[in-house]
């Protein structure tokens, strides 16, 4: 029987923030066979979760934030040898490949390895990784009958959009991927 790693980063910041992670835990109770946790504030996002991806046993690791709730579907619903998996995320942006949630088989992240550290903040991560994961061959699937609420959308976007973080992350996947990866990596 195939074994279900969820890794959370979590930044615990208030009460609000845990009741969420709450929320969310009891959401997919029993689902997984593993729970990582990462806490760690002095790390960005990327590194947090790259920590966690390593830290895990299963044959399908699953990456959340921690700030969601399953609403329709399990987990066992995204695991796919083949491909990568998301759901449908319900708040925020539907792009195909979305840092909110995603599960990849073991052998699919031994291949394709961590997230590049190498934005400000963590938004065009998910982009970067999007593009990773094709790079190395793979195919990223979205199972629209597994869906995913996010009660606060955008909430890093929007402060990197005021501090101007945005548009330099924006620069930096294009340097890296060229211009036509932004086509390859909109919302759908």
């Known amino acids: 029987m195939d074994k279900i790693s969820l890794v959370i980063p979590h930044l615990p910041l208030d009460d609000h923030k845990k009741e969420l992670l709450e929320k969310l835990l009891i959401s997919m109770e029993g689902q997984y066979d593993e729970l990582i946790l990462m806490t760690d504030k002095t790390d960005c996002l990327a590194k947090e979760i790259n ?19 399953l609403f329709k579907g399990t987990l066992k619903d995204l695991c796919d040898p083949k491909y990568v998996t998301v759901p449908k995320v319900v708040g925020g942006f539907d792009k195909l490949f979305h840092g909110h949630f995603w599960c990849m088989p073991r052998k699919i992240y031994e291949d394709v390895g961590s997230i590049w550290e190498g934005y400000d903040g963590f938004y065009f991560d998910d982009c970067d990784y999007n593009m990773q994961i094709r790079s190395k061959g793979y195919e990223i699937s979205k199972r629209e009958d597994v869906i995913i609420l996010h009660p606060n959308p955008a909430t890093t976007l929007k402060q990197l959009h005021k501090e101007g973080r945005e548009d330099t992350n924006k620069q930096r996947f294009i340097e890296r991927w060229g211009d036509s990866a932004l086509d390859t990596v909109q919302a759908r």
């Open 51 to 69: 920590k966690g991806m390593a830290k895990a046993k299963g044959d399908y690791i699953m990456v959340s934030n921690d700030d969601l709730t």
